[in-house]
């Protein structure tokens, strides 16, 4: 059966109410998906399998750069790859990234530093469309013109140790984690790989903000 669960995560502003989303999750059979919540600039992701260490670089003509969508996925066999959307085209090989159906643990698959919602696009549809379960972070006026950090990690349900943040966050502003199942609180609509997706989230540094605001930058670590 195609069976499909998705998460959505947005923020909201809390004086206006608008919405930017930040990302979607889904699993559909034994695979996992995720993706941004609107094109980005070609060089926006970059892919690491270094915790320590990784050097981004942004190009003098970025804001002439294409706009583009992608879904990473991560399948039953192990493979992961990054697609464009909708042409479908490969922006990476395939690369082992694991048995997504033995996942024992908290698993990171991505870390995203987000343009700072003012320059984001303002999110018209209804985020819980198609039955999707929807985060939603608040967020004031004061951390509206503010970039976010965020590192989504998946797990099986049960008790585990949270990793560390994988950056230095001393300068910013942490929020509260979160975690949810991709299933309905009743434990209707359960999908047949059954993932938990936990996140940390803090608000970046005022001077951070500034830094090419029209740029998110996107980190798959594998």
């Not at 042409?87 to 395939?94: A, L, N, S, Y």
């Not at 995203?112 to 939603?136: E, W």
């Not at 609180?185 to 047949?192: A, I, L, Q, S, W």
Request: some cysteine.
């Amino acid at each position: 059966m195609n069976k499909e669960r998705k998460i959505r995560v947005l923020f909201r502003n809390t004086r206006t109410g608008e919405l930017c989303l930040i990302a979607w999750f889904s699993v559909r059979n034994s695979d996992l998906y995720w993706g941004p919540g609107s094109p980005g600039h070609a060089t926006d992701w970059i892919r690491s399998t270094d915790f320590s260490k990784f050097e981004i670089t942004v190009p003098e003509n970025l804001e002439s750069l294409p706009l583009q969508n992608w879904k990473a996925s991560h399948h039953k066999s192990g493979m992961m790859h990054i697609n464009s959307i909708p042409e479908g085209h490969h922006i990476t090989k395939d690369v082992h990234f694991g048995n997504v159906v033995s996942i024992s643990a908290f698993k990171l698959i991505s870390l995203h530093i987000s343009r700072p919602p003012k320059a984001m696009q303002t999110y018209n549809k209804s985020p819980s469309r198609s039955g999707a379960r929807t985060v939603t972070l608040d967020v004031s006026e004061e951390y509206w013109t503010r970039r976010h950090y965020f590192e989504f990690y998946v797990s099986p349900a049960g008790t585990f140790d949270f990793p560390g943040p994988i950056l230095n966050l001393a300068a910013g502003v942490q929020r509260p984690s979160f975690s949810m199942t991709f299933a309905n609180d009743d434990g209707t609509g359960e999908p047949d790989l059954d993932l938990i997706l936990s996140c940390r989230a803090n608000v970046l540094d005022e001077s951070f903000s500034a830094w090419h605001p029209e740029a998110g930058i996107w980190a798959q670590f594998f």
